[in-house]
């Protein structure tokens, strides 16, 4: 048996929070490999793993491919990390299907759930086992997900708005509002604002995910609206944007801001007391644990969901991630 991946976590500023994982490990004894992958573990040979970025684009990005990079420096695994550039769901499913043949295990960030899931039905058909990791696919065939609940980070995100905004209008931003990622995590963040009487969610601001167009979508919206008094970003790229326009506009501390990531500018702002929070949800670790459930499942072991977490963030603990 080749020998299993391990990992050293540090939980700075971690908060876990509860995550629904499913009922039963499982196990590749109930699940009927590829005859081409079967021999290959049985051989001993170095696993082939593709891990699917829903867009290889955008800033969060590189910290997953940082966990995959890590992975395949082990000598028991090739690690891949794949994806179109841009949310195109037809160019993420055609990259699949070239590499298909070449796959001993795939990890899936899916553009959408609605498209992708009838391709992971397929790959899970042909033998190939997949999991699905950062945004789930819970209606597909994946085995297990591995990531954090996104439902849940989003009441973590809209509890700590609510505390400390205590009252006043809030926007919601987002790179891709009808994406599942986004729709969880703003079910969870209108969930917890919901129990604060003195706040109104005024609306959702869908930015795009082009920097210039994110930056200009938060300016007219606030342009328009000038009695918003919080912005609640539900990823990583609208929560520098919005803290770039509160800083050049003067309104720190005046318009607060809680969001996602720990993307350079948003420790920065942070630091400077222009973001107030922001969660992190460990993606490097998501990217290394795609790869490292998939070898675990190969080589005979259950595995199960797995969730990477709730880090939260404020002026009075980034220093920890700044060192």
């Not at 391709?119 to 997949?130: T, W």
């Not at 990583?236 to 800083?247: I, L, Q, Y």
């Not at 107030?276 to 199960?304: C, H, M, S, W």
Request: net charge negative; aromatic share 6%.
């Amino acid at each position: 048996m080749k020998q299993l991946l391990s990992i050293s976590i540090l939980a700075t500023g971690l908060a876990l929070a509860p995550f629904a994982a499913q009922a039963d490990p499982v196990s590749v004894e109930d699940f009927e490999l590829a005859p081409r992958i079967a021999e290959r573990v049985s051989s001993d040979e170095a696993l082939n793993i593709f891990v699917s970025y829903h867009d290889v684009s955008n800033e969060f990005a590189p910290f997953v491919r940082a966990g995959v990079e890590r992975a395949d420096e082990d000598g028991a695994v090739t690690a891949r990390f794949i994806g179109p550039v841009g949310a195109d769901a037809d160019a993420q499913i055609s990259e699949i299907e070239t590499l298909i043949d070449q796959m001993d295990g795939l990890a899936i960030s899916s553009v959408s759930t609605d498209a992708l899931a009838p391709l992971i039905n397929r790959v899970v058909e042909a033998g190939i086992p997949v999991i699905s990791y950062n945004t789930d696919n819970p209606d597909s065939d994946r085995l297990v997900f591995a990531g954090q609940d996104l439902v849940q980070s989003g009441r973590e995100a809209g509890k700590l708005m609510g505390e400390i905004l205590g009252e006043g209008r809030v926007m919601i931003t987002t790179l891709d509002a009808a994406a599942q990622w986004s729709l969880d995590r703003e079910s969870g963040a209108r969930e917890a604002l919901e129990a604060f009487d003195g706040i109104e969610v005024v609306r959702t601001l869908n930015t795009g995910t082009d920097p210039q167009e994110t930056f200009a979508a938060i300016e007219n919206a606030m342009l328009a609206d000038p009695n918003i008094t919080g912005i609640l970003s539900l990823e990583c790229c609208s929560t520098p944007a919005a803290g770039e326009w509160v800083e050049r506009n003067n309104r720190a501390g005046d318009v607060k801001i809680v969001g996602f990531d720990l993307l350079d500018q948003t420790v920065e702002l942070v630091s400077d007391g222009v973001i107030q929070a922001t969660i992190d949800q460990a993606p490097e670790r998501q990217g290394y644990e795609a790869v490292n459930l998939l070898v675990k499942f190969l080589n005979g072991e259950a595995i199960d969901d797995l969730d990477t977490g709730v880090g939260i963030y404020t002026p009075d603990n980034i220093a920890e991630v700044m060192q």
